[in-house]
């Protein structure tokens, strides 16, 4: 009787497991499940306290770049990834990228840095996204705003091309997106801020 009734509790157990949605095996990762980004902050030094404070006004990149998901671009075809998004708001990411890697480089010239305290700097992005398989782009705009006057002290175009060094990988987009910001953190302290 016990060789038969051990079996059939057995069978029963493993007849009730699905119905339970319970597995005896470990779960793989869901391969379909959004994989999250942020820019690098590689170039900024862990002890950012005694970093120059830039000052840094008004952020705007374009509004189909203000989504969640990554955007890459193919000529004026834009492309939407579900599966491969922002980990937090993109002008939020780019706006706090931006101000520490413009500190980094500013650290390296600290004694050559002129600028009012009432100067801001704006930067209107034309352009911060690129080919998956090829080159990001970033273009933009930025301006010097005297606090004192409220108008322009300074305006300059900056544009950049950085190739993603492995073709049709978001991981690789990301790096390169934020390798072309560091480009332009440089150019707006040694083009903008570095007296001569």
């Known amino acids: 009787m016990k060789k038969i009734f051990v079996p059939a509790v057995a069978a029963l157990v493993l007849a009730l497991l699905p119905a339970c949605n319970i597995s005896v095996f470990p779960l793989e990762p869901d391969a379909h499940a959004p994989k999250h980004y942020v ?77 009012d305290e009432t100067t801001r700097i704006q930067v209107v992005f034309e352009r911060f996204d690129g080919e998956l398989d090829g080159n990001v782009e970033i273009s933009a705009l930025y301006t010097l705003i005297s606090g004192k006057t409220g108008t322009a002290a300074a305006s300059r175009l900056f544009k950049t091309s950085i190739p993603v060094e492995s073709p049709n990988n978001h991981d690789a987009y990301v790096r390169a997106l934020s390798r072309a910001l560091d480009s332009l953190a440089a150019d707006i302290v040694f083009s903008a801020l570095v007296k001569n």
């Open 39 to 115: 820019l690098s902050g590689d170039a900024v030094p862990a002890n950012s306290a005694t970093l120059p404070q830039i000052p840094f006004g008004r952020i705007s990149i374009p509004s189909y770049l203000d989504v969640p998901q990554i955007v890459t671009r193919d000529g004026n075809l834009i492309s939407r990834s579900e599966t491969n998004r922002w980990g937090e708001p993109l002008a939020r990411g780019v706006a706090r990228n931006l101000a520490l890697r413009c500190a980094a480089h500013a650290a390296t010239v600290r004694e050559k840095i002129s600028i």
